[in-house]
């Protein structure tokens, strides 16, 4: 089946559309296309939202529920980190792996839908991260970091609101 062309910045897109974004993997070095259904969370809305664009997703879940940007990442920067090294605010850019939406309760939000406190400390524990509340500079710098994929707000939004409708918020 032909994935039907999209407008370059997704403007037409709606529930139930397929759309090609390119994906992480590798770290940020090796690309992929991924087909993806706009709305339907499957393993490649996942992937895609776990790798490289999980910030527009953030972006669209912060407008949703206004809950406040946070970084999930490294303590430190990792001088052997495949990630790349710049400057984002008072932190290295090989830090910030991941973005999501934290409620003031401790619950985050991302394409793996509702973590509870309790999960989110088990998975930060276990992957030696912590969270960082986003900064401007820190956004600005991972927008124009050498491997950031392209903005994509409308497809965002389209998950954002299956995201949000599904954890019941
Ligand atoms: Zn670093």
Known sequence: MDTPLIAKDHAELRLGDSFCLEVWHDNGFTRETVTLIAGIINDAAIDAYSY???????LALHGLTGW???????????????????????????????????????????????????NLEETLSRQGLRTFPATTEMLRAMVSSPTAVAQNLPAARIFATAIVSQAAI
């Open 52 to 58: 490289g664009h999980c910030w527009s997703l953030a």
């Open 68 to 118: 406040p940007l946070v970084f999930l990442g490294r303590p430190v920067c990792d001088p052997d980190s495949k990630f790349p090294h710049f400057l984002a605010g008072d932190v290295c850019g090989c830090q910030l792996w991941h973005l999501v939406v934290m409620a003031d309760d401790g619950r985050i939000l991302d394409i793996q839908g509702l973590t509870l406190p309790v």
